[in-house]
């Protein structure tokens, strides 16, 4: 009787060891995989040592969250700044191709914690007008971001404006320059159809203004 439960214990505890083991190599595995999940640029080594306890994500929450106050007017630009948040000037331009999946590109590059987007094309390299409200007038633009993170924009007539690229590297000669480009039919017929659309909307609006007199 005896020694029928101690095989009967013995037995549970082989279970239970297992059970555990088992456990231990799930979670070893699941934490290596984890590890391989990392940024393929890890942003930690761009902002150092007072960054690293910052960063990424509940500091990013944080930031979006508070600029979201900022835009209802809750939050004043003294406590924006309060918290390191600055407007830059970009380090990189996405610069075309028109229709070419520009935007798609934009937001597939700010999902990285390191990215911010200015979320509107500025037109300030190929607008002369916007251009001689200085460059002042275009940081003003940009979007908050920390000192370590990369302002990026969009603008595709960047990529078709004679004067475009002289004053670009003006404001900065070794800014990244970047071009996403598309089947040149696909993106003519794209292009076309979006022309027209607009134009058909303009003659519609004028129409209906005519009526009006
Ligand atoms: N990943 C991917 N692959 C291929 N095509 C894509 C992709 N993402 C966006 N798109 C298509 O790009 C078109 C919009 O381009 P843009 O954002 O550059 O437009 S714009 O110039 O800013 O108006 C628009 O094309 P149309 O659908 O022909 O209008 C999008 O469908």
């Known amino acids: 009787m005896l020694f029928k439960q101690q095989v009967w214990l013995r037995q549970k505890l082989l279970v239970l060891g297992s059970l555990a083991v088992g456990s231990l190599l799930y979670l070893v595995a699941r934490v290596g995989s984890l590890d391989r999940l990392q940024p393929i640029c890890p942003i930690e080594g761009r902002f150092g040592a007072r960054g690293q306890a910052e960063f990424p994500l509940r500091a990013l929450q944080f930031k ?4 979201h106050e900022f835009r209802k007017g809750n939050v004043s630009k003294e406590q924006v700044r309060l918290h390191d948040l600055v407007q830059q000037l970009p380090k990189a331009i996405i610069i ?5 999946g520009t935007r798609a590109l934009l937001e597939m590059l700010n999902l990285h914690p390191a990215v911010v987007k200015a979320s509107q094309e500025i037109h300030f390299f190929d607008n002369d007008e916007n251009y001689a ?3 002042e007038w275009y940081r003003k633009k940009m979007p908050f971001s920390y000192p370590q993170q990369i302002t ?8 078709i404006t004679e004067e ?8 900065n000669s070794s800014i990244k320059l970047l071009i996403i480009v598309r089947e040149p039919t696909t993106r003519a017929i794209s292009d076309y159809t979006q022309v027209l659309e607009g134009k058909e909307g303009r003659i519609k609006l004028i129409t209906s203004l005519r009526s009006w007199q």
């Open 152 to 159: 990026i924009e969009k603008s595709p007539a960047y990529f």
């Open 164 to 171: 475009v690229p002289e004053r670009i590297y003006k404001m």
């Open 133 to 135: 409200k200085g460059i």
């Open 96 to 100: 075309g191709v028109r229709k070419g």
């Open 64 to 67: 979006r969250g508070l600029l």
